[in-house]
């Protein structure tokens, strides 16, 4: 992707570069070759090419989240005809992965023709798919996406509602069970309060902060675990001591939002969070390894993109917050992400994973990650840049 000249302060050029890399080339090619015209929807992922992948079958969460980004594009006035496209990856989701089978809710998975590959019913997908009505619903004002929003939430609480402010993994049930699907069921109803004020909103918010504090991050170490039994106990065995550096920063940010958007006192766990996920970064290059340990240890020294975008996330809300260095912190992950990720030869697209030694070892660019470089490159330019 093409970089400023340098002449703004460093922290606007690279929030420029990064607007520029997502309105003059991500959005038109995730709206071009990353949609597919013949069965309907969007491609799993293109081939480093550029060329979609035929083959790969279709996560219902990456319909939802390329949902979102249209129509969050939209609403920034960064892609005129954003809500057109996103109403038709909607159409396609409506169509082929809701209820198709009879059952309440979305299925997790279709073919690429759109037949139904998995009918499970999971959380995690649920949680993007009210992350994109409540967008949608803000861009367009659409009376029918405003009933899907509550028709979302009505299934979100009687299918994954454990009774005690958490949520099962999916119907069937399974395990073991994730703290991932509450982090974007936070993320998702911090979005219904921004987008549309909704009063369901702030009581499930401090539910799901609640089950952090208490469950999800570890009493001796305070990391975030990933995984955990039926009753949300820490896992005895090496599964229940796995962490992601990724997830921590990513809470700091979405604990930074909450503080803003609800007036709260800014506290001392998003700083935490950010500051235990830093010690697993590289020291040489400051890139965050995929998966850690509760002991402190890299288990997989591989780093795909979306870590780094919640890096620079996090950073960028630690400069809102005031923090000393943080915005400078938030520059150089974003100058990282910028050099290192978005240099593909596939313009709009990424090199999605490097392994330990900085090797890239992707053979795809998948479309998922579009909402994290998006969300990242929005927070940029609201917070560092010249946007809105």
């Known amino acids: 992707m093409p970089t400023s000249d340098g002449a703004r302060e460093p922290g606007a050029a690279v929030a420029a570069d990064l607007r520029r890399f997502i309105i003059e080339e991500a959005l ?27 083959l790969a ?8 989240r390329q949902i979102y980004v ?20 909607l159409e396609f989701m409506l169509a082929a ?85 509450h982090m974007h069921a936070f993320e998702a109803m911090l979005a219904l309060h921004e987008t549309l004020s909704h009063e369901a909103a702030p009581p499930r918010i401090a539910r799901l902060r609640e089950l952090l504090e208490h469950h999800f991050l570890c009493a001796e170490t305070g990391l975030l675990l990933e995984h955990f039994d039926a009753a949300l106990g820490r896992l005895a ?3 229940g001591d796995v962490v992601e550096p990724g997830h921590m920063v ?24 950010l500051d235990d996920g830093l ?8 890139f965050l390894p995929d998966e850690a340990r509760r002991d402190g240890a890299t288990h997989r020294a591989t780093r795909r993109c979306w870590p780094q975008t919640e890096l620079a996330k996090a950073w960028l809300a630690e400069a809102e917050a005031g923090r000393d260095g943080a915005a400078a912190a938030a520059c150089a992950a974003l100058e990282r992400l910028r050099d290192g990720y978005l240099a593909s030869p596939v313009a709009g697209g990424w090199i999605d994973q490097f392994d330990g ?27 560092i840049g010249r946007g809105p």
């Open 279 to 286: 010690r697993f970064a590289d020291p040489a290059t400051g």
């Open 97 to 181: 992965g809701r209820a198709p089978d009879g059952r309440p809710g979305y299925v997790h998975l279709l073919t690429p023709d759109g037949s139904v590959a998995d009918a499970r019913r999971d959380a995690y997908d649920h949680m993007f798919v009210l992350l994109s009505l409540t967008w949608l619903a803000r861009a367009s004002g659409d009376a029918q996406v405003h009933r899907l929003v509550e028709e979302t939430l009505g299934l979100i609480e009687a299918l994954f509602d454990d009774g005690a402010g958490g949520l099962i993994e999916s119907v069937p049930p399974t395990l073991p069970r994730r703290q991932n699907p």
């Open 70 to 89: 249209y129509a969050h594009a939209d609403a920034l006035g960064w892609y005129p005809g954003g809500q057109a496209v996103a109403f038709d990856i």
């Open 357 to 383: 030694a900085g090797r890239p070892i992707a053979e795809h660019v998948p479309a998922s990650t579009l909402y994290h470089v998006f969300g990242a490159v929005v927070e940029a330019d609201r917070v």
């Open 237 to 239: 065995t090496p599964e």
């Open 250 to 273: 990513e809470w700091a940010w979405l604990l930074r939002r909450h503080e803003a958007m609800f007036g709260l006192p800014r506290g001392s766990l998003a700083s935490r969070m």
């Open 57 to 64: 079958a279709k996560r219902l969460r990456v319909q939802a």
């Open 28 to 54: 038109p090619l995730w709206a071009g070759p990353g949609r597919d015209r013949r069965h309907g929807g969007v491609h799993e992922r293109l081939h480093l090419d550029g060329t979609p992948d035929l």
